[in-house]
């Protein structure tokens, strides 16, 4: 499975972005999806995560209530659109594929991942 994430960029506080992630592969709909960040100097942490039939989304407090994860798996994409966004948002985003149909928290469950892409929140 390969991963293609895009869409960040600079913006300034409370400005909008909406991630893509791409999956390379015919059994995308069978996988639960997330997103995680690393920010400089930060380890990595979990964002948002999405089952499988997008029955299922869960989000840290962090992001809660300002983004939020969809999927089309007609396009074999994985969406995370970011309102509201604050400095603190600032990180590499990184999409991964789970090895289950699940949304999970955890990274362990993610077997796949992606390059990465940067957002950038200027205040």
């Known amino acids: 499975v390969q991963l293609q994430a895009s869409g960040g960029g600079l913006v300034q506080t409370g400005d909008s972005l909406r991630l893509s992630c791409v999956a390379s592969?015919?059994?995308?709909?069978?996988?639960?999806m997330g997103w995680f960040r690393q920010a400089p100097g930060k380890e990595r942490e979990f964002v948002s995560a999405?089952?499988?039939?997008?029955?299922?989304?869960v989000y840290a407090d962090s992001v809660k209530g300002r983004f939020t994860i969809s999927r089309d798996n007609a396009k074999n994409t994985v969406y995370l659109q970011m309102n509201s966004l604050e400095p603190e948002d600032t990180a590499v985003y990184y999409c991964?594929?789970?090895?289950?149909?699940?949304?999970?928290?955890?990274?362990?469950?993610?077997?796949?991942w992606g390059p990465g892409t940067l957002v950038t929140v200027s205040s």
């Open positions: 999405i089952s499988w039939n997008a029955d299922s989304t």
């Open positions: 991964a594929a789970g090895r289950g149909a699940y949304a999970s928290r955890g990274a362990y469950n993610y077997p796949y």
């Open positions: 592969t015919r059994r995308f709909s069978n996988n639960g």
